[in-house]
């Protein structure tokens, strides 16, 4: 499996750095990605609140994902491949694809493909149950660190109170900083919430996906 692709650091630290050069990368791709493994989709209906920069991110990340897990040879990806370049939702894409496939290599039946099916099923699943804990990881590690710091503020006015007189200006100051903290860091949380949901959201649409297929070859061939 390829790390660079499944990267999670990608998703929830912000690398500043290289954000513009990304950007360009991708729209330069973007062609190229479409024409691989591309998953139908309608981002306004998976996104339950979260924006589409952050979901189109994660779904794009889950997509090249599974290009990555590509095995060599002929197995479930590429019969995934031809499917979505067709029509999932026709049982004549699968018999189509499985007679051409099988006629040119009898080894590709359908226990076969459905074995396969199930490999990328359960490395994406491995995947996600690393974003997902690293997601929660990174959450309590914020809200932990907001913890200590509205506790210390709390501190330090009781501390400043007694000494109202003298500090009053930096006791006004500490106090602002109280009022306003859940605000000021309302939008860092929201985000790794987001982005959690995103991974679930991601994980959901491209298992939903794989199970189509899959299904679709127990139906229809």
Do not use: C
Not at 13 to 34: D, S
Not at 58 to 69: P, R, T, W
Not at 102 to 113: A, C, E, Q, T, V
Request: no cysteine; hydrophobic share 35%.
């Amino acid at each position: 499996m390829s790390n660079q692709k499944f990267n999670w650091k990608g998703l929830f630290i912000q690398e500043n750095e290289h954000i513009e050069e990304e950007k360009n990368r991708n729209i330069e791709n973007n062609t190229e990605l479409e024409s691989k493994t591309k998953f139908p989709q309608s981002i306004n209906s998976l996104n339950k609140g979260i924006s589409n920069e952050i979901l189109s991110k994660v779904i794009e990340m889950y997509e090249k994902g599974f290009e990555s897990l590509n095995q060599q040879g002929y197995d479930f990806f590429e019969f995934f491949r031809a499917i979505m370049a067709t029509d999932p939702n026709n049982p004549q894409s699968y018999i189509m694809a499985y007679t051409m496939v099988n006629s040119m290599d009898n080894s590709i039946n359908k226990s076969f493909l459905l074995n396969s099916a199930d490999f990328y099923q359960k490395e994406i699943l491995k995947v996600y149950s690393k974003f997902d804990e690293e997601g929660k990881k990174a959450k309590n590690d914020l809200l932990e660190k907001q913890r200590s710091e509205k506790e210390k503020l709390k501190i330090d006015i009781e501390s400043l109170q007694s000494k109202i007189q003298i500090w009053q200006k930096e006791l006004e100051q500490k106090s602002k900083l109280l009022q306003n903290f859940d605000a000021d860091n309302f939008n860092s949380l929201q985000e790794i919430d987001q982005k959690i949901l995103a991974n679930d959201l991601s994980k959901e649409h491209i298992l939903q996906k794989i199970t189509q297929v899959s299904t679709g070859i127990n139906n229809h061939i």
